[in-house]
């Protein structure tokens, strides 16, 4: 553990000196010897200060999404809310939002797991009253066709009104729309004015 907490504090002292995190997290990793669960730890955990304000002034209450068009980062939600259900590891980083550590995305299955955690979603969008949801997968993810097809009946059985598509540029795709989002993805949470961290939502509950 004394191992992982000095880790962090070096890999925050060379992002706070604006090195890449990429190549800081690389040296880091090979310094310590960590493995790959340290270092998706450790990715999802540390951020600069000037990355840590930026993405909290992004963290909108999830209050505010009521009567508002709602983008939901579709595979980040849901492998978050998996993870909560399923009692997997979390963390929540630096910048407060809550993330995964599995590191899953381009292995993801389609299966009763995911229906548990779109039933939770769908029934916690449903108390804050949006006015229209869309949820946005990626289309290289194999079954994204069919668990789109999957979330639209849902939502249309809950009487939610939304949509769901697949996207060859997901992340690209949510930014230009620039709606409330629903993310933990640093990358989006940057470049969207508002972002909604509704694995929190659902953990604290």
Same mark, same amino acid.
């Given at each position: 553990m004394l191992e992982i907490k000095n880790a962090a504090q070096d890999l925050k002292y060379l992002l706070d000196r604006d090195y890449n995190k990429k190549t800081s997290l690389n040296l880091i990793v090979n310094h310590y010897k960590?493995?790959?669960k340290q270092r998706n730890f450790l990715q999802r955990y540390v951020f600069s200060?000037?990355?840590? #304000?930026?993405? #909290?002034s992004r963290l909108f209450s999830i209050e505010k999404i009521a009567g508002k068009d709602i983008i939901i980062d579709g595979y980040n939600v849901l492998i978050t809310v998996e993870a909560?259900?399923? #009692? $997997?590891?979390?963390?929540?980083?630096?910048?407060g939002f809550l993330r995964d550590t599995s590191a899953i995305f381009s292995k993801y299955i389609f299966d009763k797991n995911t229906k548990k955690a779109l039933k939770r979603i769908?029934?916690?969008l449903k108390e804050y009253k949006p006015r229209f949801v869309l949820f946005i997968f990626d289309s290289q993810? +194999?079954?994204s066709g069919e668990l789109t097809g999957y979330v639209r009946h849902k939502l249309n059985e809950s009487g939610l009104n939304g949509n769901?598509?697949? +996207?060859? +540029?997901?992340? $690209?795709e949510i930014v230009d729309l620039n709606e409330i989002t629903m993310t933990s993805d640093s990358i989006i949470i940057e470049k969207v004015d508002g972002a909604v961290d509704i694995g929190s939502v659902i953990y604290e509950k």
């Open positions: 960590l493995n790959d200060e000037k990355d840590i #304000k930026l993405h #909290k909560i259900l399923n #009692k $997997k590891e979390l963390v929540r980083g630096m910048d769908i029934l916690t993810i +194999s079954h769901a598509r697949t +996207s060859r +540029s997901a992340d $690209k």
